[in-house]
DNA sequence: TAATGAACTTAGAAGTTCATTA
DNA sequence: TAATGAACTTCTAAGTTCATTA
């Protein structure tokens, strides 16, 4: 993939946080971010000339024959590539695209006769969930960890439906549970399949809710006596509250934060507020604050922690494992379900990322007066801790979150929500695809459309035309306007500015290049140089026509201009859908183009992995190169080198058995024989396992493939990847993947296309 | 129509657990 | 059996989108 999407030395920067661009803002920021630069240089000079001696040069060109095949020298990819090429060459022909009819962009057609039902499946703006009403009116007595409801309703996903097969569902008994939760608790009772039954239509989310309410956080424990704070070389006892923060503090002490001056300042103004007024007539600098002793004391603390004997440890396990089982869970529609994160966020200090301009402030302590709680008026509402209020229980089920609150550094609103795995999450995750889905069918169509926009007479149209080429392309997020001086400044397709890109005539032989540089989501700085086409070449250098560096790039255009604009193409389609899709149909190609039949069962993952690395470097999905990484690197070389060694070994006595042979020409020689050959062949197999373990290892240095493969890969087009080729899906997915795809593993089999 | 608020998804880092190896 | 490192889990920040309000 040449320089564009990926890791060419540009890209390998891009793991830094830092734009470039920003440099004038702040000195001390530059001085961070140089040095940080300095040893991101470091690391790279390390893994080029350092680390790379262990693997064999053929492996290299593999890798970077990978790269290409992701993305073309001009920074399109195949899909990009080929679809444009068929669409100008049918323009010049004039002829009408034979898909075109096919697909119906207009109105998919129907797959299915029954239209409610098939658009309960198709088209996500109408799914639907024709419960019994009744059902939910009143308090369940009994909670169905089961899916007898199938049964009931005996309506379930209609056969032909092309990729979604009816299962047969056996009727089970009844998990009958007066109390909920303790029964569904022990016996890993049948999982409710909740995509055979049907949805609501009328937008609510739930008809009962019940649970027990969040988990505080932990009150504060008082340092013990011989642990002091001092200031100005003296030590001195801090009243509660100023303590509580000042360990906040000391806990981040050898944290890269703690030495910015924003976090710094920010901490010391937020701490002052919580000091008694004499404390805050003495304690004016921070720089005469000493926190060693506190730092020490929590250091300390932990490392007792990790060398508790396995008694304590087990009974804070048991414990944790009680707090799960009261808080972790709810009753949801008759269905005890998991809840994502039950616990009240501690008070600490905020870690924004990349250069917050918050970073250091006070995140304070949550009380029950602060929190919302939702569920049923008709279930048993939690409990506020002794002597304490909520701030309000309300009954609202036109939303899914169990627990609110404000929260005080941007104050926006916190949530307890359910699980991936819950009816749902999962629902709406589907739903995710199938609308991903809807725009395959219609995305040539709205290439065609923005294309020909690129030529409007109006400013606007052109800009909204260029932007959306770019989201396509480029897997670019929509950009919603930011406040300023709010967060860190990064920016998205929507909201990108003169200074983020640069344009080139000419660039490595490549016409018409847009060189890309600036910090997406979480401050990851996304580096990306672009062939596009002329026409899209010229429209950039006339949206940057007398503007300052930090004028809008696209000043006609916002996220909601542009969304409103893309509901009107399809129903359901936003920005984001492009990202959605674009990633799972570059894992299907590659996965189509990667796999070969031949190969075994490690090579068939590491294909898989690899595809799942093309759709993270789209994405720009990037993570910091772990810190053992050299170190991890070596040792997997030092046990391939060993392993090399042994194969060796046993090749000379596999000729020396055959030597045997030779002379001796008796059963037991020929035996002996076989089990050379075999030892071989299994020393073989060892080593290729290693290689190929180290040949990933390495491709995915700085690249997370977490988040599209939770978020982005429609886990369907894994799911029948793993049954055609005989991959055990464990091999794909974790146990809490698995829970989170459970519909999508059942509902799919090998032949499901995106 | 822009600003704000609310709800929900997506994100990487940090923390914890588990498996492997010396 | 401890040390190590990878895998997995948790945490919560930072996005997008849609609804509401001014």
Redesign the pocket.
Known sequence: MSGDHSHNDSQIDS?S?INDTHKHKDKYKDKEHKHKDHKKDKEREKSKYGNSDHKDFSEKKHREKEKERVKHKDGSTDRHKDKHKDKDKRKEENIKPKKEKENGFASPPRIKCEPDNDDFYHSPKSLKRERDDDEAEVKPKKIKTENDRVDKKGKKRKPGDEDIKPKKTQKNKKGDVTEGKKKAKKEPEEKWKWWEEERYTDGS?WRFLEHKGPVMAAPYEPLPSNVRFSYDGKSMKLSLGAEEVATFFA?MLD???TTKEIFQKNFFNDWRKEMTSEERAKITDLKKCNFNEMAEYFKAQ?EA??AMTKED?LK??AE?ERL?QEY?FCIMDNHKERI???????P?L?????D?P??GML?RRIRPEDI?I?CSKDSKHPKPPPGTKWKEVRH?N????LV?W??N???????I?L??SSR??GE??WQ?YETARNLKKCVERLRHQYREDWKSKEMKIRQRAVALYFIDKLA????????EGE??D??????LRVEHINLHAEKDGQEFVVEFDF??????RYYNKVPVEKRVFKNLQLFMENKQPEDDLFDRL???????H??ELMD?????????YNASITLQQQLKELTNPDENLPAKILSYNRANRAV?IL??????A?K??E??????Q??ID?KKDQLAEAKRDLKGAKADLKVRRDEKSKKALESKKKAVERVEEQLMKLEV?ATD?EE?KQI?L???K???LDPRISVAWCKKWGIPI?KIY????REKFAWAIDMADEDFEF
């Open positions: 793991g946080r989310k806990k944290h890269e934060y932990s922690r990790k440890k804070i396990k944790n799960l972790g994502a994160n039950f616990r009240i966020e501690p600490g905020f870690r924004g990322r990349g917050h918050k970073m995140k919302i939702n609202d036109k939303v899914t979150w609110s404000t929260e550094i941007q104050g926006s609103i916190k949530y929500m699980n991936p749902i999450k709406k995750d995710k670019l997020r929509a950009g919603n306007e930011k406040e967060s860190a990064t920016v998205g397709c929507c909201s910090l997406g989501k979480d401050s990851i916002n996220t909601s201009i542009l969304n409103k893309l509901q359901g389609l936003t920005a984001k859908v492009f990202r959605t993270a994405c720009n999905h990037q993570r910091a772990p053992t990484f170190k991890s690197m070596q040792n997997l030092a046990k060993a373990q290892r995915n997370a977490g988040t599209s939770l978020n982005y464990e974790n146990k809490t993947q």
